[in-house]
């Protein structure tokens, strides 16, 4: 498997808006549903985001709700987390995952860090 992981854009200010993605290769990509989690300095690793394998069901933590928005091109092979009106809390490192739940899932994508200050 291989995760090819970037942010789209450098820092950005409270109020902004930034995205990830994670192209994939290596494996059927629309066979699996895809996750983001992420990861604050000093803090646990917490879930961010998942999204089915045919990209018509997403999920958020409540404190990304409405703010956030995981997508997916599987013509692509790719998973993206649209990031708007981002917070200094929502600074850390994230992370895209291969699963449906955290438990579950079996390949990581390397960490992209957002950092989120004025």
């Known amino acids: 498997l291989r995760f090819n992981c970037r942010r789209w854009g450098g820092l950005v200010q409270p109020g902004g808006s930034l995205r990830l993605s994670c192209e994939t290769s290596?494996?059927?990509?629309?066979?699996?549903?895809m996750m983001w989690v992420r990861q604050a300095p000093g803090k646990e690793v917490e879930w961010v985001s998942n999204?089915?394998?045919?990209?018509?069901?997403?999920r958020y933590v409540d404190t990304v709700q409405g703010r956030f928005t995981i997508s997916r091109d599987n013509a692509k092979n790719t998973v993206y987390l649209q990031m708007n009106s981002l917070k200094p809390e929502d600074t850390a490192v994230y992370r895209c995952?291969?699963?449906?739940?955290?438990?579950?899932?079996?390949?990581w994508g390397k960490g992209t860090l957002v950092t989120v200050s004025s």
């Open positions: 290596g494996f059927t990509f629309n066979n699996y549903a």
């Open positions: 999204i089915n394998a045919g990209g018509d069901s997403t």
């Open positions: 995952g291969r699963g449906s739940s955290y438990i579950n899932v079996d390949y």
